[in-house]
């Protein structure tokens, strides 16, 4: 197959096999909105250059899922290298890239060319994160922030995801065989401190992108979100408005769920109110859902509530369908704040949440940059690092109701 000879397009390419080039096959590549803010081109020249790809072998294309990488161990490197332009010339992509400073000579291959060392990194997710939709919207927004932080000229980025129980079996010989240098990590309820000493143990640098405290003897970094400022600041909110039948929900291993439990019983102490806590377990396995029918129990109760504190868009979506099945108005009859929204243009009355897309990317951004600290030979001072979390209130929080249910 030719390719047009457009310098925009044939640097588009070359970005994206330069960032796949690591990457284990099945991981999800970015969409073509988000790589067009990345690389600020425009839909056409990404949807040329992924089509591409796909025709190489190198990426495919799942419906209502996404693109993958595809498993292109067959394919020998310097078979997919060079481009044929519209006008016949054969270029070598270490030729068409130069002029965009990229530099593709850490393939192996036939080039005789002394090889660029770039170091290896990796972003490390839970499996639950290849969902039923193809990937949970959190693997865009951490690579996001991971990309805005480091330079690809230097370091070689990958995704890997890892089972329940089975971090060091999936991601930590994996990342020894690929000489990964530093783990950009998520840390399901079922990663233990002795994944964290085996991983220490083979030289691998560690930052957490989420609250790590039972790892704080190991003296690991973590950069976190702290949603239980918003938690605070909604259950303060619904009281100011009059709400006294709140209810609240969480994740049984959600790490943060003795601090939220600690902080709705300090609300309920300086208020003199009961606010019930509905804690649902969340499966480990891909696609799998936590169960809900709790939440059409709670509709359903003769005095049911006027708040509902949900803990993210997954909880949202549900009790939206729920209230509208049963003509249920938000928020004249129930207010309704969530805290995480990682898909905010998807509800029918905008939800009451932190901007949660913003601060993924700022959280994946922070804790890049401190990856990269330790990976240079620094020793950052500072080793727990909590971003600050406000509510935007939007329209489905309102006052107490005054009209019959």
């Known amino acids: 197959m030719s390719i047009v000879a457009a310098p925009q397009k044939e640097k588009t390419y070359a970005r994206l096999l330069e960032r796949i080039k690591y990457m284990a096959p099945g991981t999800p590549l970015p969409s073509v909105r988000e790589l067009m803010v990345e690389f600020s081109v425009g839909q056409a020249t990404l949807v040329s250059a992924y089509d591409d790809l796909e025709d190489r072998g190198l990426v495919e294309r799942k419906p209502r899922k996404g693109v993958f990488v595809a498993d292109k161990k067959h394919l020998p490197i310097n078979e997919f290298v060079s481009e044929q332009r519209a006008d016949g010339v054969c270029r070598n992509v270490d030729n068409l890239v130069a002029q965009d400073g990229i530099d593709f000579s850490s393939y192996s291959g036939n080039s005789a060319k002394a090889p660029l060392k770039l170091t290896n990194v990796a972003l490390v997710l839970p499996a639950f994160f290849l969902d039923g939709a193809g990937r949970h919207p959190m693997v865009s927004i951490i690579l996001s922030g991971l990309n805005r932080a480091l330079n690809h000229q230097k370091y070689a980025i990958s995704t890997m995801f890892y089972r329940p129980g089975c971090l060091w079996?999936?991601?930590?010989?994996?990342?020894?065989?690929?000489?990964?240098?530093?783990?950009?990590?998520?840390?399901?309820?079922?990663?233990?401190?002795?994944?964290?000493?085996?991983?220490?143990?083979?030289?691998?640098?560690?930052?957490?992108?989420?609250?790590?405290?039972?790892?704080?003897?190991?003296?690991?970094?973590?950069?976190?979100?702290?949603?239980?400022?918003?938690?605070?600041?909604?259950?303060?909110?619904?009281y100011q408005l009059g709400h006294r039948n709140i209810v609240t929900t969480m994740y049984v291993n959600n790490p943060m769920r003795r601090r939220h439990m600690d902080i709705i019983e300090e609300f309920c102490a300086k208020t003199n109110l009961s606010v019930s806590k509905m804690i649902f377990d969340i499966s480990n396995e891909p696609g799998v859902l936590p169960d809900y029918s709790v939440l059409s129990e709670v509709l359903d109760r003769e005095e049911r509530p006027t708040a509902i504190v949900l803990f993210d868009e997954s909880v949202a979506s549900t009790i939206f369908r729920l209230c509208y099945e049963r003509n249920i108005r938000i928020p004249e009859q129930v207010s309704l704040a969530a805290l995480i929204d990682n898909t905010p243009h998807v509800h029918p009355v905008p939800l009451t949440a932190p901007d949660s897309l913003s601060l993924g990317i700022e959280e994946a951004r922070l804790g890049a940059e401190y990856l990269e600290k330790l990976l240079l030979g620094e020793v950052p001072s500072v080793r727990d690092i909590h971003l600050r979390c406000n509510m935007e209130w939007k329209a489905s929080v309102g006052p107490v109701p005054t009209i019959g249910k």
């Open 169 to 238: 079996e999936d991601c930590g010989k994996l990342a020894m065989e690929r000489d990964v240098r530093g783990l950009l990590l998520w840390p399901d309820s079922t990663v233990t401190i002795d994944d964290m000493r085996q991983l220490l143990g083979v030289g691998i640098e560690i930052v957490f992108t989420q609250n790590a405290n039972r790892f704080a003897e190991l003296g690991l970094i973590s950069v976190n979100v702290d949603i239980g400022m918003a938690l605070a600041q909604t259950l303060e909110k619904f």
